[in-house]
């Protein structure tokens, strides 16, 4: 997996190409929560090049999820092909994870 991040103002898109599995995800989430630690409020975590997440990318995603929120932040997902939206719905993390379809419905007009 690679992943790069863009920022602007208080937002941060990652976007993923690849896994999100085990042998990444600590990376992956150190980058998000330097990101966050600078000041970053809304993360978009966009997986249109990627097909698949192991247990602990979701994990690593749950994680993020709360440390944003419990700083008035928020990660917002984006891009997932089928199986990822399927995975999250029968997991019950589309209650936990905004899900949006594109990058602009995910800013929301930020």
Not at 50 to 69: E, M, P, Q
Request: proline residues 1%; glycine residues 10%.
């Amino acid at each position: 997996m690679s992943f790069a991040l863009s920022r602007t103002d208080d937002t941060v898109v990652v976007t993923v190409e690849g896994q999100l599995v085990v042998t990444n995800r600590q990376e992956f989430k150190q980058a998000v929560l330097d990101a966050a630690d600078q000041g970053a409020r809304l993360v978009v975590v966009d997986f249109s090049h990627s097909g698949y997440i192991d247990s602990s990318g979701l994990g690593a995603l749950v994680s993020l999820s709360r440390r944003l929120r419990e700083g008035g932040g928020d990660l917002r997902l984006v891009g997932l092909n089928e199986d990822l939206r399927t995975l999250f719905e029968l997991t019950r993390l589309d209650a936990l994870f905004p899900l949006y379809a594109t990058l602009a419905d995910a800013l929301g007009g930020r």
